[in-house]
T-cell receptor
Framework: GAVVSQHPSWVICKSGTSVKIECRSL??????MFWYRQFPKQSLMLMAT?????????EQGVEKDKFLINHASLTLSTLTVTSAHPEDSSFYIC????????????????FGPGTRLTVL | AQSVAQPEDQVNVAEGNPLTVKCTYS??????LFWYVQYPNRGLQFLLK??????LVKGSYGFEAEFNKSQTSFHLKKPSALVSDSALYFC???????????FGKGNQVVVIP
């Protein structure tokens, strides 16, 4: 399947700072990427759909000014958690549905390894 | 809106025994169904999917799943479980023409040596 990377894999930050998480597709292009949040022993909650070259679509209840998404190219989307607070501590996972290259046309979302964010 | 139910929190099975993880779904149109596995502190790995065609789908690591339209189910199965199959398993569904996935709550599978 397609390969998706995330950076960093884990980050610890102080309350009030901003943290940027990158999601890269390594062997394919994708016009759409997805950002999820997962709490311990719980399912994935879709936060937003990231569209290349346009504004992200946020799910109900997700603050777009707090979780800034930039999808500047067909292989990179970033999620910035602004003014992070302890309640933002979570496991953030991106996924990609390839539109060209390896894995394209398969209707399958491929997931990154996740980023563990801890806000002190 | 599409939704998925995974009724059991944890599935315990002895190594070598058959493994079944249950999933039922709800969509307004034709379903696209997926199973993913997650190991601790890792992302999700794709196991298999049903889009159309044969109701029995074979996937990675010896897993298979059967699509049952009348029961709106897509149970995951493996004939002989391994200790290394111990992980968190997610069923997911999306409507045709909608690229947003809805996930079940997940099932923790524990394979006992």
């Amino acid at each position: 399947g397609a390969v998706v990377s995330q950076h960093p894999s884990w980050v610890i930050c102080k309350s009030g700072t901003s943290v940027k998480i990158e999601c890269r597709s390594l062997d394919f292009q994708a016009t759409t990427m997805f950002w999820y949040r997962q709490f311990p022993k719980q399912s994935l909650m879709l936060m937003a759909t990231s569209n290349e070259g346009s504004k992200a679509t946020y799910e109900q209840g997700v603050e777009k000014d707090k979780f800034l998404i930039n999808h500047a190219s067909l292989t990179l989307s970033t999620l910035t958690v602004t003014s992070a607070h302890p309640e933002d501590s979570s496991f953030y996972i991106c996924s990609v549905s390839p539109t060209s290259g390896r894995g394209s046309g398969t209707d399958t979302q491929y997931f990154g390894p996740g980023t563990r964010l801890t806000v002190l | 809106a599409q939704s998925v139910a995974q009724p059991e929190d944890q599935v315990n099975v002895a190594e070598g025994n058959p493994l079944t993880v249950k999933c039922t779904y709800s969509v307004s149109g034709n379903p696209y169904l997926f199973w993913y596995v997650q190991y601790p502190n890792r992302g999700l790995q794709f196991l298999l999917k049903y889009i159309t065609g044969d109701n029995l789908v074979k996937g990675s690591y010896g897993f298979e799943a059967e699509f049952n339209k009348s029961q709106t189910s897509f149970h995951l199965k493996k004939p002989s479980a391994l200790v290394s199959d111990s992980a968190l398993y997610f069923c997911a569904v999306r409507d045709y023409g909608n690229n947003r996935l809805a996930f079940g709550k997940g099932n923790q599978v524990v394979v006992i040596p």
